[in-house]
Protein backbone atom coordinates (compact mmCIF):
# COMPACT_ATOMS: atom_id res chain seq x y z
CA UNK A 1 0.00 0.00 0.00
CA UNK A 2 1.60 3.61 -1.02
CA UNK A 3 2.71 5.46 1.96
CA UNK A 4 -0.20 8.05 2.46
CA UNK A 5 2.16 10.44 3.07
CA UNK A 6 4.24 10.11 0.09
CA UNK A 7 0.72 10.26 -1.75
CA UNK A 8 -0.13 13.74 0.08
CA UNK A 9 3.35 15.06 -0.86
CA UNK A 10 3.13 13.89 -4.35
CA UNK A 11 -0.82 15.73 -5.10
CA UNK A 12 1.14 18.96 -3.22
CA UNK A 13 3.65 19.01 -5.87
CA UNK A 14 1.62 18.45 -8.62
CA UNK A 15 -0.77 20.88 -7.40
CA UNK A 16 0.93 23.38 -6.05
CA UNK A 17 3.86 23.25 -8.28
CA UNK A 18 3.98 21.25 -11.27
CA UNK A 19 0.23 23.18 -12.50
CA UNK A 20 0.16 25.69 -9.97
CA UNK A 21 -3.26 26.13 -9.55
CA UNK A 22 -4.60 29.74 -9.05
CA UNK A 23 -7.84 30.66 -7.60
CA UNK A 24 -10.41 31.14 -9.63
CA UNK A 25 -9.39 28.32 -11.87
CA UNK A 26 -10.75 25.83 -13.95
CA UNK A 27 -8.79 22.11 -13.98
CA UNK A 28 -9.02 18.76 -15.60
CA UNK A 29 -8.40 15.47 -14.26
CA UNK A 30 -8.06 12.88 -16.71
CA UNK A 31 -7.62 9.54 -14.95
CA UNK A 32 -6.98 6.73 -17.06
CA UNK A 33 -7.39 3.22 -14.99
CA UNK A 34 -9.29 3.10 -11.59
CA UNK A 35 -6.24 2.23 -9.48
CA UNK A 36 -5.03 5.73 -9.24
CA UNK A 37 -8.24 6.89 -7.12
CA UNK A 38 -5.75 7.40 -4.22
CA UNK A 39 -3.47 10.01 -5.28
CA UNK A 40 -7.04 11.49 -7.65
CA UNK A 41 -8.64 11.86 -3.95
CA UNK A 42 -5.62 13.87 -2.52
CA UNK A 43 -5.07 15.68 -5.51
CA UNK A 44 -8.71 16.99 -6.41
CA UNK A 45 -8.36 18.07 -1.87
CA UNK A 46 -5.60 19.77 -3.23
CA UNK A 47 -6.84 21.54 -6.03
CA UNK A 48 -9.96 22.58 -4.13
CA UNK A 49 -7.66 24.30 -0.87
CA UNK A 50 -5.70 25.91 -3.78
CA UNK A 51 -9.16 27.88 -4.92
CA UNK A 52 -10.15 26.07 -7.91
CA UNK A 53 -13.36 27.14 -9.08
CA UNK A 54 -14.00 23.51 -10.66
CA UNK A 55 -12.26 20.15 -10.40
CA UNK A 56 -13.45 17.73 -13.37
CA UNK A 57 -12.55 14.63 -12.92
CA UNK A 58 -13.11 11.92 -15.92
CA UNK A 59 -12.19 8.31 -15.97
CA UNK A 60 -11.43 5.87 -18.93
CA UNK A 61 -10.65 2.49 -18.96
CA UNK A 62 -8.65 0.26 -21.89
CA UNK A 63 -11.26 -2.17 -22.10
CA UNK A 64 -13.82 0.29 -22.94
CA UNK A 65 -11.06 1.77 -25.64
CA UNK A 66 -11.36 -2.01 -26.82
CA UNK A 67 -15.29 -2.37 -27.24
CA UNK A 68 -15.00 1.04 -29.07
CA UNK A 69 -11.91 -0.05 -31.49
CA UNK A 70 -13.50 -3.16 -32.04
CA UNK A 71 -17.38 -1.98 -32.98
CA UNK A 72 -17.10 1.74 -33.86
CA UNK A 73 -17.53 2.83 -37.35
CA UNK A 74 -15.80 5.29 -39.58
CA UNK A 75 -18.27 8.27 -38.46
CA UNK A 76 -18.00 7.19 -34.78
CA UNK A 77 -13.98 6.72 -34.75
CA UNK A 78 -14.34 10.54 -36.85
CA UNK A 79 -16.99 12.03 -34.92
CA UNK A 80 -15.73 15.40 -32.78
CA UNK A 81 -18.45 17.85 -31.91
CA UNK A 82 -17.25 21.96 -31.53
CA UNK A 83 -18.60 21.28 -28.14
CA UNK A 84 -15.52 19.23 -27.47
CA UNK A 85 -13.59 21.72 -28.47
CA UNK A 86 -14.72 24.17 -26.28
CA UNK A 87 -15.09 22.59 -23.10
CA UNK A 88 -11.27 21.51 -23.54
CA UNK A 89 -10.47 25.37 -24.14
CA UNK A 90 -12.13 26.03 -21.08
CA UNK A 91 -9.86 24.65 -18.85
CA UNK A 92 -6.68 26.26 -17.24
CA UNK A 93 -4.55 23.33 -16.45
CA UNK A 94 -5.02 19.37 -16.68
CA UNK A 95 -3.25 16.38 -15.30
CA UNK A 96 -3.28 12.98 -16.39
CA UNK A 97 -3.25 10.30 -14.32
CA UNK A 98 -2.24 6.90 -16.00
CA UNK A 99 -2.88 3.38 -14.19
CA UNK A 100 -3.99 0.84 -17.08
CA UNK A 101 -5.31 -2.12 -15.70
CA UNK A 102 -3.61 -4.55 -18.41
CA UNK A 103 -0.77 -2.79 -20.59
CA UNK A 104 -1.56 -5.66 -23.46
CA UNK A 105 -5.35 -4.83 -23.34
CA UNK A 106 -4.91 -2.86 -26.84
CA UNK A 107 -2.83 -5.49 -28.24
CA UNK A 108 -4.53 -6.44 -31.34
CA UNK A 109 -6.66 -3.56 -32.13
CA UNK A 110 -5.74 -2.63 -35.89
CA UNK A 111 -3.30 0.18 -35.40
CA UNK A 112 -4.83 2.48 -38.33
CA UNK A 113 -7.85 2.54 -36.15
CA UNK A 114 -5.74 3.62 -33.53
CA UNK A 115 -3.93 6.46 -35.56
CA UNK A 116 -7.53 7.13 -37.06
CA UNK A 117 -9.13 8.46 -33.95
CA UNK A 118 -5.57 10.11 -32.84
CA UNK A 119 -5.71 11.98 -36.29
CA UNK A 120 -9.11 13.10 -35.53
CA UNK A 121 -9.31 14.17 -31.85
CA UNK A 122 -5.45 15.66 -32.14
CA UNK A 123 -7.30 19.11 -31.68
CA UNK A 124 -8.62 18.17 -28.05
CA UNK A 125 -5.22 17.40 -27.10
CA UNK A 126 -3.73 20.33 -28.81
CA UNK A 127 -5.91 22.99 -26.90
CA UNK A 128 -4.93 20.86 -23.44
CA UNK A 129 -1.24 21.11 -24.31
CA UNK A 130 -1.11 24.62 -24.12
CA UNK A 131 -2.40 24.79 -20.67
CA UNK A 132 -0.53 23.97 -17.55
CA UNK A 133 -0.57 20.18 -17.66
CA UNK A 134 0.96 17.13 -15.65
CA UNK A 135 1.14 13.96 -16.42
CA UNK A 136 2.40 10.94 -13.91
CA UNK A 137 2.04 7.42 -14.29
CA UNK A 138 -0.01 5.29 -10.98
CA UNK A 139 2.07 2.55 -9.21
CA UNK A 140 0.28 -0.72 -9.70
CA UNK A 141 0.26 -4.03 -10.34
CA UNK A 142 0.39 -4.19 -14.34
CA UNK A 143 3.06 -1.44 -14.03
CA UNK A 144 5.49 -3.50 -11.84
CA UNK A 145 4.85 -6.65 -13.68
CA UNK A 146 6.02 -4.05 -16.68
CA UNK A 147 8.80 -2.99 -14.74
CA UNK A 148 9.68 -6.62 -13.21
CA UNK A 149 9.44 -5.94 -10.06
CA UNK A 150 7.14 -6.58 -6.73
CA UNK A 151 4.15 -4.10 -5.76
CA UNK A 152 6.08 -2.81 -2.79
CA UNK A 153 9.39 -2.19 -4.32
CA UNK A 154 7.66 -0.42 -7.84
CA UNK A 155 5.74 1.86 -5.23
CA UNK A 156 9.01 2.64 -3.16
CA UNK A 157 10.79 3.28 -6.64
CA UNK A 158 7.49 5.77 -8.60
CA UNK A 159 7.24 7.75 -5.59
CA UNK A 160 11.20 8.01 -5.02
CA UNK A 161 11.83 9.54 -8.97
CA UNK A 162 9.37 11.74 -8.14
CA UNK A 163 9.79 13.41 -4.27
CA UNK A 164 12.73 15.62 -5.75
CA UNK A 165 14.06 19.09 -4.42
CA UNK A 166 12.80 19.83 -8.25
CA UNK A 167 13.60 23.41 -7.64
CA UNK A 168 17.24 22.53 -7.19
CA UNK A 169 17.09 20.41 -10.50
CA UNK A 170 16.03 23.21 -12.21
CA UNK A 171 19.32 25.07 -11.30
CA UNK A 172 21.55 21.89 -12.70
CA UNK A 173 19.44 22.04 -16.17
CA UNK A 174 19.76 25.64 -16.89
CA UNK A 175 23.73 25.56 -16.30
CA UNK A 176 23.90 22.26 -18.45
CA UNK A 177 21.43 23.80 -21.12
CA UNK A 178 23.22 26.85 -21.38
CA UNK A 179 26.11 24.90 -22.19
CA UNK A 180 24.53 23.28 -24.97
CA UNK A 181 23.20 26.65 -27.04
CA UNK A 182 27.06 26.76 -27.32
CA UNK A 183 27.05 23.22 -29.22
CA UNK A 184 26.64 22.79 -33.00
CA UNK A 185 27.13 19.10 -34.15
CA UNK A 186 26.97 15.96 -32.06
CA UNK A 187 28.25 12.72 -32.86
CA UNK A 188 27.70 9.76 -30.76
CA UNK A 189 29.49 6.18 -31.06
CA UNK A 190 29.26 2.87 -29.19
CA UNK A 191 28.74 -0.63 -29.75
CA UNK A 192 26.46 -0.84 -33.52
CA UNK A 193 26.28 2.76 -33.32
CA UNK A 194 28.10 5.48 -35.09
CA UNK A 195 26.00 8.60 -35.35
CA UNK A 196 26.04 12.48 -36.29
CA UNK A 197 23.53 15.26 -35.97
CA UNK A 198 23.47 18.89 -35.88
CA UNK A 199 21.39 20.97 -33.30
CA UNK A 200 23.09 24.52 -34.77
CA UNK A 201 20.57 27.56 -33.41
CA UNK A 202 17.94 24.88 -31.98
CA UNK A 203 16.25 25.88 -28.82
CA UNK A 204 16.44 23.48 -25.40
CA UNK A 205 13.79 23.24 -22.75
CA UNK A 206 14.39 22.16 -19.05
CA UNK A 207 12.37 19.71 -17.87
CA UNK A 208 12.01 19.85 -13.79
CA UNK A 209 8.94 18.43 -12.43
CA UNK A 210 6.34 20.59 -14.27
CA UNK A 211 5.47 18.32 -17.27
CA UNK A 212 5.78 14.96 -16.48
CA UNK A 213 6.66 13.14 -12.81
CA UNK A 214 9.36 11.52 -12.67
CA UNK A 215 10.98 14.41 -14.59
CA UNK A 216 14.53 15.04 -15.24
CA UNK A 217 16.01 15.60 -18.28
CA UNK A 218 16.77 18.38 -21.42
CA UNK A 219 15.58 18.49 -24.47
CA UNK A 220 15.88 20.35 -28.10
CA UNK A 221 15.07 18.98 -31.74
CA UNK A 222 17.71 17.58 -33.91
CA UNK A 223 17.84 20.13 -37.22
CA UNK A 224 15.58 17.46 -39.32
CA UNK A 225 17.78 16.70 -42.14
CA UNK A 226 21.24 16.55 -40.60
CA UNK A 227 20.58 12.96 -38.63
CA UNK A 228 23.24 10.85 -40.30
CA UNK A 229 25.00 6.82 -39.77
CA UNK A 230 23.42 4.40 -37.51
CA UNK A 231 22.41 3.80 -33.82
CA UNK A 232 21.36 1.09 -31.57
CA UNK A 233 18.55 2.08 -29.11
CA UNK A 234 19.26 -0.29 -25.68
CA UNK A 235 16.66 0.27 -23.55
CA UNK A 236 13.91 -2.24 -24.04
CA UNK A 237 10.65 -0.11 -24.25
CA UNK A 238 6.69 -0.79 -24.55
CA UNK A 239 4.82 1.60 -26.78
CA UNK A 240 1.57 1.12 -28.76
CA UNK A 241 1.13 -1.90 -26.80
CA UNK A 242 3.90 -3.96 -28.42
CA UNK A 243 7.18 -4.82 -26.87
CA UNK A 244 10.71 -3.79 -28.18
CA UNK A 245 13.80 -5.24 -26.72
CA UNK A 246 16.33 -3.31 -28.85
CA UNK A 247 15.24 -0.63 -32.33
CA UNK A 248 18.46 -0.46 -34.38
CA UNK A 249 17.73 2.37 -36.98
CA UNK A 250 19.73 3.44 -40.35
CA UNK A 251 19.37 7.23 -41.44
CA UNK A 252 20.44 9.38 -44.05
CA UNK A 253 19.55 13.16 -44.33
CA UNK A 254 17.13 12.73 -41.30
CA UNK A 255 15.36 10.01 -42.46
CA UNK A 256 15.13 6.45 -41.64
CA UNK A 257 16.15 4.87 -44.26
CA UNK A 258 16.23 0.52 -42.74
CA UNK A 259 15.24 -0.39 -39.77
CA UNK A 260 15.75 -3.39 -37.40
CA UNK A 261 13.96 -5.53 -34.29
CA UNK A 262 13.13 -8.51 -32.28
CA UNK A 263 9.77 -6.78 -33.13
CA UNK A 264 10.40 -6.29 -36.63
CA UNK A 265 7.05 -5.78 -37.70
CA UNK A 266 6.06 -3.28 -35.22
CA UNK A 267 8.68 -1.15 -35.37
CA UNK A 268 8.01 -0.91 -39.46
CA UNK A 269 4.41 -0.63 -38.85
CA UNK A 270 5.00 2.83 -36.44
CA UNK A 271 7.58 3.61 -38.88
CA UNK A 272 5.10 3.95 -42.47
CA UNK A 273 2.20 5.73 -39.79
CA UNK A 274 2.87 8.99 -42.07
CA UNK A 275 5.02 11.35 -43.74
CA UNK A 276 7.13 12.75 -40.25
CA UNK A 277 7.33 9.29 -38.63
CA UNK A 278 10.92 8.20 -39.96
CA UNK A 279 12.38 11.06 -38.97
CA UNK A 280 12.89 12.94 -35.52
CA UNK A 281 11.48 15.40 -33.64
CA UNK A 282 13.09 14.93 -30.07
CA UNK A 283 17.01 14.87 -29.04
CA UNK A 284 17.31 14.79 -25.12
CA UNK A 285 19.44 14.00 -22.43
CA UNK A 286 17.91 11.89 -19.38
CA UNK A 287 19.26 13.65 -15.50
CA UNK A 288 17.22 11.56 -13.34
CA UNK A 289 19.95 9.48 -11.28
CA UNK A 290 17.18 7.90 -9.55
CA UNK A 291 16.03 5.79 -12.04
CA UNK A 292 18.89 3.04 -12.73
CA UNK A 293 17.20 0.28 -14.36
CA UNK A 294 14.67 -0.04 -17.40
CA UNK A 295 11.16 0.02 -16.33
CA UNK A 296 9.44 -0.90 -20.35
CA UNK A 297 7.44 2.41 -19.32
CA UNK A 298 9.09 5.34 -20.88
CA UNK A 299 7.74 8.07 -18.74
CA UNK A 300 10.60 6.25 -16.47
CA UNK A 301 13.30 5.41 -18.72
CA UNK A 302 13.44 8.69 -21.10
CA UNK A 303 14.57 10.30 -17.54
CA UNK A 304 17.44 8.21 -16.54
CA UNK A 305 20.65 9.31 -15.50
CA UNK A 306 23.47 8.95 -18.24
CA UNK A 307 21.67 8.41 -21.39
CA UNK A 308 19.96 10.06 -24.20
CA UNK A 309 16.52 9.74 -26.14
CA UNK A 310 15.67 10.17 -29.28
CA UNK A 311 11.90 10.41 -30.41
CA UNK A 312 10.69 9.75 -33.93
CA UNK A 313 7.80 11.81 -35.30
CA UNK A 314 6.43 15.33 -33.52
CA UNK A 315 8.71 17.85 -32.93
CA UNK A 316 7.53 20.20 -29.26
CA UNK A 317 6.24 23.55 -30.05
CA UNK A 318 8.72 24.44 -27.17
CA UNK A 319 11.42 23.23 -29.53
CA UNK A 320 10.52 23.07 -33.26
CA UNK A 321 12.63 21.52 -36.28
CA UNK A 322 9.30 21.70 -38.78
CA UNK A 323 8.67 17.69 -38.25
CA UNK A 324 4.82 16.57 -37.64
CA UNK A 325 3.33 13.49 -37.17
CA UNK A 326 0.89 11.57 -35.20
CA UNK A 327 3.82 9.71 -33.50
CA UNK A 328 5.93 10.53 -31.02
CA UNK A 329 7.93 7.56 -29.91
CA UNK A 330 10.60 8.07 -27.52
CA UNK A 331 13.82 5.69 -27.99
CA UNK A 332 16.29 5.49 -25.33
CA UNK A 333 20.12 4.90 -25.35
CA UNK A 334 21.96 4.51 -21.92
CA UNK A 335 25.33 4.95 -21.95
CA UNK A 336 27.27 2.53 -20.48
CA UNK A 337 25.43 -0.38 -21.77
CA UNK A 338 26.91 0.79 -25.63
CA UNK A 339 30.22 1.67 -23.90
CA UNK A 340 29.15 5.37 -25.28
CA UNK A 341 31.33 7.97 -26.29
CA UNK A 342 29.92 11.10 -27.08
CA UNK A 343 31.87 13.98 -29.15
CA UNK A 344 30.45 18.21 -29.27
CA UNK A 345 31.99 20.05 -31.96
CA UNK A 346 34.91 17.43 -32.48
CA UNK A 347 35.50 17.07 -28.92
CA UNK A 348 35.35 13.97 -26.89
CA UNK A 349 32.75 14.94 -23.52
CA UNK A 350 31.91 11.45 -22.55
CA UNK A 351 33.63 8.02 -22.34
CA UNK A 352 31.55 5.22 -21.55
CA UNK A 353 30.26 5.97 -18.13
CA UNK A 354 31.59 9.68 -16.96
CA UNK A 355 31.33 13.13 -18.54
CA UNK A 356 35.33 13.51 -19.19
CA UNK A 357 35.11 17.31 -20.05
CA UNK A 358 35.70 19.40 -16.57
CA UNK A 359 32.95 21.93 -17.83
CA UNK A 360 30.28 18.81 -18.08
CA UNK A 361 31.57 17.47 -14.73
CA UNK A 362 28.54 18.57 -12.55
CA UNK A 363 26.41 15.95 -14.52
CA UNK A 364 28.54 12.56 -12.89
Not at 21 to 27: A, C, D, L, N, S
Not at 97 to 123: C, F, G, H, L, T
Not at 305 to 319: F, I, Q, V
Amino acid sequence: MVDKQKLKKLADIIANYSIAVKKGEKILIRAYGFDGFPLIKELYRECIKAGAIQVDVKFGHDELSKVFFDHANKEQMEYLSDLDKKVADSYDAMVQIVADANPYEMSDVDIKKVYAVQKSRKVIGDILHTKRWCLFYYPNVASAMLAKKSLEEWEEFVFDTCLLDWKQVEKMEIKFKELMLKVKDVKITGKETDLTLSIAGQKWKTCCGKRNLPDGEIFTAPIRTSVNGVIRYNVPTHYQSQDFDWVKLWLKDGKVIKEESNNQKGVTEILDTDAGSRYYGEFAFGLNDMIKQGTRQILFDEKMGKSLHMALGRCYEECPNGNDSSVHWDLIYRFDWAEAEIYFDGKKVYSKNKWIDKKFGFLN
